[in-house]
């Protein structure tokens, strides 16, 4: 999956430790997920759309 | 959330294994006073002689209950990997190692090794990791 995970956290200005603080999960998990290395489970998924405010699909799409 | 390893589960993990670690270092330590060499396999020394492996037991349990307790779902995954990768390293390596030994008077490797060499899977796995992912757990073992 592509993400658009850089670009949001870029707009709000969030390093990715920030990023990894209010979804309760490690620096590590967030680059993982940032550079597409690996794909979050559902309900992390719709965690990440929470705190950005947005709904899933404009933050995740299929490659 | 900080350092991986800094996460509640993991200092939970760690805290087991250190007991656990000592609880071993007893046991064999009680074992190898009171149990002669080559002894008759009587209920006592038996019983003495299963301590450690009870400890051994431990720390799979205490690996088992950390992919239990893991909130982060990517180190989870990490841990998991590495797991797969000791058992493939594992699985591999003894029943290689007993073909030969089946056919050939190479010598026997006491099946006492097996957990030992799981563990050395368990480095290999961290290094897959790193290579797939470009990080890992920092979990050592």
New interface residues.
């Given amino acids: 999956m592509k993400n658009r995970l850089k670009v949001l956290r870029a707009e709000r200005d969030w390093s990715q430790q920030a990023l990894?603080?209010r979804l309760?999960?490690?620096?590590?998990?967030v680059?993982?997920?940032e550079t597409g290395?690996?794909d979050?489970?559902l309900p992390?998924a719709f965690r990440i759309a929470e705190v950005f405010g947005l709904p899933i699909e404009e933050i995740f799409m299929p490659r | 959330m900080n350092k991986p390893t800094r996460t509640p589960a993991y200092k939970r993990y760690f805290r087991r294994h250190l007991v656990l670690t000592a609880a071993y270092l007893l046991a064999v330590f009680l074992t190898s006073r009171f149990v002669p060499d080559d002894a008759e396999p009587t209920p006592l020394f038996v019983a003495l002689a299963l301590l450690p492996g009870i400890a051994v037991i431990g720390w799979i349990w205490a690996m088992g209950r950390l992919l239990v307790e893991l909130d982060d779902e990517f180190m989870r995954m990490l841990e998991v990997r590495k797991f797969i990768v000791a058992t493939g390293v594992t699985l591999g390596l003894t029943s290689v190692w007993g073909m030969v030994e089946l056919y050939t008077t190479v010598p026997r490797i006491p099946i006492f090794f097996v957990f030992p060499i799981w563990c050395a899977g368990l480095m290999i796995g961290t290094i897959v990791n790193r290579f797939a992912f470009g990080t890992d757990t920092g979990c050592p073992r």
């Fill in positions: 990894a603080d309760e999960v490690s620096r590590q998990s680059n993982a997920i290395k690996y979050p489970s992390l």
